[in-house]
């Protein structure tokens, strides 16, 4: 039985225009929607962190997590035995048995994070097919009257689609964002953002895998015998939501080929490349593909090394642990670097780079992807290297209260979803 309470917000915030739901009993039904896939490591670790901390918080809950192909996510990584969630495909895989999940939910939770964001490449057909999978089961919890909840999401700009993302935000029981450029996008799309809260990525909370599974890790991959004075990490992709033509990938190559070049000879380092997203689900995906296109065009060849196995995002997080400096084309591995203290640079494909770092008090460390060239990739590098005492005593005091932030998400919810027996 549902006993719909007020939640009391901050003097900052305008009470909740509707009740908000609290569940007071021993068990509650949690559908989490959004996460496609985990191939990408990104996405795997806010799947993760945020299971982890709704079993935290709600350990007698029953979590079903919705993602495309599940017997083929299982290769990646099963979920139902190591977090003990259930995985069913989508309804628009035309999995219609999930509707009784849907019937049963005590609450309904988006994490896909930046679905709901019109990029400013995005083709008509690109952009509604995204929309139209993320919105599906939103618009179906409102219809059933569940509460649904949008969780540390990339918001705006919405482009068509505004006024129906004005209408589910209204409706939500609970809209976080993780970046304050969000709360800008909507303020420009004329929604009230009292309601809406900046949290953080439930990222900044995965953990990291033991030492001793890290240094078997480095033996497998060789890294521990490289034997130089700096180790780099790269972490590329050819998709980050903005697909490169051949011309700009081809030059992309070519610029982080010479730099890698420069870098070895200069410092006698090693660059590692580290893959974020394998291609168990979508080939074109395998960012292992990038890393031995640069492979084929680095004249150093002994001192780059890709890694080719697919691994954890606890895993991951632990090898650019180990690193001097990261340089990344996805936000996720920054967020791995950051909470262990490793300086990091980004390549922005899109805002939500700019927004990270800015919270990361790094934003120097940010080079658009159309301005990418090789002096200014191995300035940028050079400088992370040489201040890295400095940007290691930032994050230290910075990294603490994101993770605080991320913790949020959870929190707000459980204010407003508890256990209470009819």
């Known amino acids: 039985m549902l006993t719909y309470v007020k939640l009391s917000n901050s003097k900052h915030h305008k009470p909740f225009p509707r009740a908000l739901v609290e569940i007071r009993s021993e068990k509650m039904n949690i559908l ?26 709600f350990p007698n809950s029953d979590i079903t997590l919705e993602l495309f192909f599940p017997s083929r996510q299982k290769n990646i ?58 919105l599906l089961p939103l618009l179906l919890g409102a219809v059933l009257n569940k509460p649904i909840v949008l969780l540390a999401q990339t918001l705006g700009p919405f482009g068509p689609f505004r006024p129906i993302m004005g209408y589910l935000i209204g409706k939500a029981t609970l809209v976080t964002v ?10 420009r799309e004329g929604i009230d953002v009292s309601r809406i809260f900046l949290t953080a990525d439930p990222a900044f909370l995965i953990d990291v895998a033991p030492r001793s599974r890290i240094k078997e890790i480095l033996e497998h991959e060789g890294i521990d015998k490289v034997g130089k004075k700096k ?31 420069s870098l070895i000879g200069k410092y006698d380092a090693a660059v590692v490349f580290i893959p974020h997203s ?3 689900i979508r080939k074109e995906n395998d960012d292992i593909i990038v890393g031995m ?29 180990t690193l001097d400096c990261l340089i990344s084309f996805r936000m996720h591995p920054v967020i791995f670097a950051s909470s262990l203290l490793v300086p990091s640079i980004i390549v922005a494909f899109n805002p939500k780079a700019y927004g990270l770092m800015r919270m990361l008090g790094l934003e120097k460390n940010v080079i658009h992807v159309d301005e990418i060239q090789e002096d200014l ?7 992370c290297l040489q201040e890295s005492q400095y940007m290691k005593k930032n994050l230290k005091s910075v990294i603490p209260h994101l993770q605080e932030r991320a913790l949020m998400n959870v929190k707000m919810l459980e204010q407003i979803l508890t256990y209470e027996k009819a």
């Open 32 to 57: 989490l929607t959004g996460a496609i896939s985990l191939s990408n490591k990104g996405t795997a670790s806010i799947v993760i962190s945020t299971i982890v901390m709704l079993k935290k918080r």
């Open 77 to 134: 990584i099963d979920m139902e035995k190591e977090y003990r969630v259930e995985v069913i495909a989508p309804l628009t895989q035309l999995n219609f048995k999930g509707l009784k999940k849907y019937k049963n939910a005590d609450v309904i939770i988006d994490i896909s994070a930046e679905a709901f964001v019109k990029y400013y490449d995005d083709d008509w057909l690109q952009m509604t097919t995204r929309f139209f999978l993320h």
């Open 178 to 187: 993780r970046d304050s450029i969000s709360l800008k996008n909507l303020e």
């Open 231 to 261: 180790i780099i990490g790269l972490c590329a992709a050819r998709t980050t939501g903005r697909v490169l033509s051949s011309g700009e990938y081809k030059k992309i190559v070519n610029v982080f080929a010479n730099a890698i070049d």
């Open 278 to 280: 394998s291609g168990k």
């Open 293 to 321: 296109d640069i492979l084929r065009e680095v004249k150093r060849k002994e001192g780059f090394l890709v890694i080719k196995k697919d691994y954890s995002p606890q895993e991951l997080k632990g090898i650019i642990g």
């Open 377 to 383: 990739l191995v300035a940028s590098i050079e400088r």
